[in-house]
């Protein structure tokens, strides 16, 4: 008798055990990721937190990141009618008339999304340098690579496009990869949109940043989408009556893209028309004819850029027309002077020129054997990823730009116009398509933008991988159960 009921008992244990196993499998696929973060105050020879490495979990913001590193305690936010503003970390906030920020960086770059919205990438490195807005942001000076002389056309382009797409398919997706991803025919995986959906009932339709709803406008459209429904929020109405001056200048430019994009119509009656729009940028433009992103009267390459790709639909209007080519001649003399040192400022000068008609490999934009788009493949690596300014490591916020300029330029080669042309396409089912690569679970989104980040803006979308032999664990762990209990049953009866 107590030889049957052992028996038993191992046929028990064996089920237990199989199907405990089955239950833990997925958990224990998971791989967790890394990024580094570091904290300066007013001395940056001694960081507030210096740099460390620090496990990302899936879909975590900068913002958690922070929290996780120098704990909630340490960390202060203001309340404001758009959400919790970051104003202090280890007690260092700026008092009442003081000019200073959290100035939130992606890889040495200053984001151009909040770090609350930026979903941190493996081998990120993160940063917040208290910074004072009104001088010059001081970023972390990286060499800058020799550029080797190039003649001729731009060679092997397409396979430099090839590559970068590559690369994106293999990482997940933000709004900037989805963009460039529908301007060169490639099919946008349905997770994408879901993925959207989904951020969208958590957020209510409502995000602390006017950037957020504006890159979600367009990545909506490059998936298909219609902006205007989303789950039942009307993204193109919170733009045009939204605060679109929240974020200076990049916030107004990015504006006019999002409601351009798909020519949204626009009431006569909205907070922001594109009159409007366009004459807050106009009244706000430099001498030398370059912008600021805070307005400021010393005028940035980036929000120059920005501010040139939202003017195309005006271009060749009196009083707009003048503006335009002041600014060409100021990122002009700004790529002659060497001025452009980085693969983030020549993608937003690249994206600009392209879509205004301008070839970034032409005579206003060459010197040396060598020309803008020639000096920003020069940052492309071997996997296809883009890097900011020298070394072999690709990063995420980079490659966004990288890849979005290049699509740029090949819809100007094509006479296709601007990168952010994207109408709207009523009732078209995504499907994805089984030859192209989707993004894995392998990495944690962005160009991001990245967020992003400029931010940039930047959310990843892993597909998940929803493989399992669960199912066939159980049924054989049933299976067992039932022949322990037929062989229970006849030994009694023996």
Do not use: C
């Amino acid at each position: 008798m107590k030889n049957q009921k052992r028996k038993i008992w191992l046929v028990m244990v064996l089920v237990l055990t199989l199907l405990t196993y089955g239950v833990q499998v997925p958990a224990l696929a998971a791989e967790g990721n890394l990024a580094s973060i570091s904290v300066i105050g007013l001395d940056e020879a001694n960081p507030l937190f210096a740099e460390t490495s620090v496990a990302v979990g899936e879909n975590e913001t900068a913002t958690e990141l922070l929290i996780k590193a120098v704990g909630e305690n340490n960390i202060e936010f203001t309340d404001t009618q758009f959400g919790k503003m970051l104003t202090g970390i280890y007690g260092l906030k700026p008092a009442d008339g003081e000019t200073y920020f959290w100035n939130f960086l992606i890889n040495g770059k200053s984001a151009q999304v909040g770090s609350d919205s930026y979903i941190v990438q493996n081998g990120d490195k993160i940063s917040f340098r208290y910074t004072d807005w009104t001088k010059p942001m001081d970023e972390p000076e990286i060499e800058t690579p020799v550029e080797e002389p190039v003649t001729g056309d731009v060679a092997d382009f397409q396979t430099a496009l090839d590559a970068v797409t590559q690369y994106v398919l293999s990482n997940p997706l933000t709004e900037f990869e989805v963009i460039s991803l529908k301007q060169t025919g490639k099919t946008i995986p349905v997770q994408y949109l879901e993925s959207v959906k989904q951020v969208m009932k958590e957020k209510q339709g409502k995000f602390s940043r006017i950037t957020d709803t504006e890159r979600y406008i367009l990545g909506v459209l490059a998936a298909g989408g219609d902006p205007r429904n989303i789950e039942g929020y009307n993204l193109v109405e919170a733009v045009y009556n939204g605060n679109v001056t929240k974020q200076g200048l990049i916030g107004v430019s990015y504006a006019l893209i999002a409601l351009d994009s798909a020519s949204f119509e626009i009431p006569d009656n909205a907070l922001w028309t594109r009159d409007k729009l366009t004459a807050h940028l106009l009244e706000r433009q430099n001498p030398d004819g370059g912008w600021a992103w805070d307005e400021s009267a010393t005028s940035d390459i980036d929000t120059t850029g920005m501010i040139l790709a939202s003017l195309v639909p005006y271009k060749d209007k009196a009083g707009i027309k003048e503006k335009v080519d002041l600014a060409l001649q100021y990122l002009s003399a700004q790529y002659q002077n060497s001025k452009i040192d980085n693969s983030s400022t020549a993608a937003q000068v690249v994206i600009a020129l392209s879509a205004l008609g301008v070839d970034a490999n032409g005579p206003l934009f060459t010197k040396d054997n060598s020309s803008l788009i020639k000096f920003l493949l020069t940052f492309q690596n071997s996997d296809g990823g883009f890097d900011w300014q020298g070394g072999d490591v690709s990063d995420v916020f980079s490659t966004q730009q990288g890849v979005q300029a290049l699509v740029a330029y090949q819809l100007y080669k094509q006479g296709k116009g601007s990168l952010y042309n994207l109408p709207l396409i009523p009732q078209n089912p995504i499907i994805v398509n089984p030859e192209v690569q989707t993004p894995t679970q392998a990495q944690v989104q962005a160009p991001i933008v990245k967020q992003p980040a400029a931010q940039v803006n930047q959310v990843g979308y892993p597909i998940p991988n929803t493989a399992t032999n669960i199912y066939n664990l159980i049924a054989l762990g049933l299976l067992l159960l039932a022949v322990g209990s037929v062989y229970y049953l006849k030994q009694r009866k023996a």
